[in-house]
């Protein structure tokens, strides 16, 4: 997408994804040396896009602007790396499905052993890492600490969805309390181990967070938006699916038909336009104050890449292009 284009000609994000492509390569590599023949000696040139890699590459830029340049922010690359392998491999347990973060060799196996793999090669790779690049016992167990903290939050809210069907909840507990720990506190996660080892002033650090727990509360709505089918079967919180049944002269009773009709059949942006309205709406806002937050930390977008931004989101969480231009007034 343009937008990707333009992003890449400014050296905030032009730096950072450069040490992304980096940090997906040294990771890969040590994988391999951990878990031998086991895995291909990849990743593969897909793996290395912008695209693929532009939560990585913002979160980098963030703390980048957050806590200046040094030594650590190798290491910050390597966590990032290394959480986003543990959050895949749950969320494969979690919804029995497999998306791949390393190549396993012995790929048409049972999919739950090469996410537990996938978990415990992480984990070995990290420390692999920290003891090869600093050889500093006390950072490898402060490393490990402070990641497992950062993903607490977000794993226990998992943990209480695992018993479904869920409540459905009025909207602003969703957002509130679901959202932020499922999707606001997993975004922040990257920041956990820089504001540990390299304190940024207050006003900062703020800044900083709000970029980062913003842009990731505006992402879950529109993944709510493209998942309320399968979340209403499912019986997991759905953002839209609170908003439907808020809505005036509908009932939970309605939501709960929902729950019983097949996900493939129907989508939110056709079949409950006002809610799909509301719901962008919302997501939106939050865009923009994560966009406000990154103009203090120095990264000040211009309209069309904010844009730009919001529709590529829109896209890369399975959103059809024509979805947000169906809403009045979107983008605009």
């Not at 994804?17 to 997906?24: D, I, K």
Request: proline share 6%; aromatic share 8%; with cysteine.
């Amino acid at each position: 997408m343009q937008v990707l284009a333009d992003l890449a000609r400014e050296d905030w994000f032009a730096d950072a994804f450069a040490l992304q492509v980096w940090a997906q390569k040294t990771f890969h590599e040590l994988a391999r040396r951990v878990a031998g023949d086991s895995l291909s000696p990849r990743p593969a040139p897909a793996c290395l896009t912008m695209e693929r890699n532009f939560f990585s590459t913002f979160f980098l830029a963030v703390t980048r602007q957050a806590v200046g340049p040094g030594s650590y922010m190798p290491l910050y690359a390597m966590v990032n790396q290394a959480m986003r392998a543990w959050v895949t491999a749950c969320d494969n347990i979690l919804d029995d499905e497999y998306k791949e973060v390393f190549p396993f060799t012995f790929a048409n196996s049972g999919q739950r052993m090469r996410s537990v793999l996938t978990l415990l090669i992480a984990d070995r790779v990290v420390n692999e890492y920290v003891l090869e690049a600093f050889a500093d016992g006390a950072l490898l167990n402060r490393v490990g600490r402070v990641s497992l903290a950062a993903l607490m939050s977000s794993a226990i809210q998992e943990s209480q969805e695992e018993l479904r069907p869920v409540a459905v909840l009025p909207p602003d507990r969703i957002l509130a309390d679901i959202h932020q720990r499922k999707t606001g506190d997993l975004f922040l996660a990257p920041l956990a181990l820089p504001e540990s080892l390299q304190p940024a002033p207050t006003g900062t650090l703020q800044a900083a967070r709000t970029a980062l727990c913003q842009f990731g509360l505006a992402c879950q709505i529109l993944d709510d938006a493209k998942d309320m089918p399968a979340d209403l079967q499912a019986g997991r919180h759905n953002l839209l699916a609170s908003l439907l049944a808020a809505a005036p002269g509908s009932a939970c009773a309605d939501v709960h038909d929902l729950r019983r009709e097949k996900p493939g059949e129907w989508n939110a942006w056709e079949r409950f336009p006002e809610v799909f309205e509301e719901a962008w709406q919302l997501a939106q806002e939050r865009f923009a104050q994560s966009f406000d937050a990154l103009a203090v930390l120095g990264i000040a977008l211009t309209p069309g890449q904010r844009e730009g931004v919001i529709r590529l989101m829109a896209r890369l969480l399975g959103l059809p292009a024509r979805a947000g231009a169906a809403v009045p007034g979107a983008l605009g």
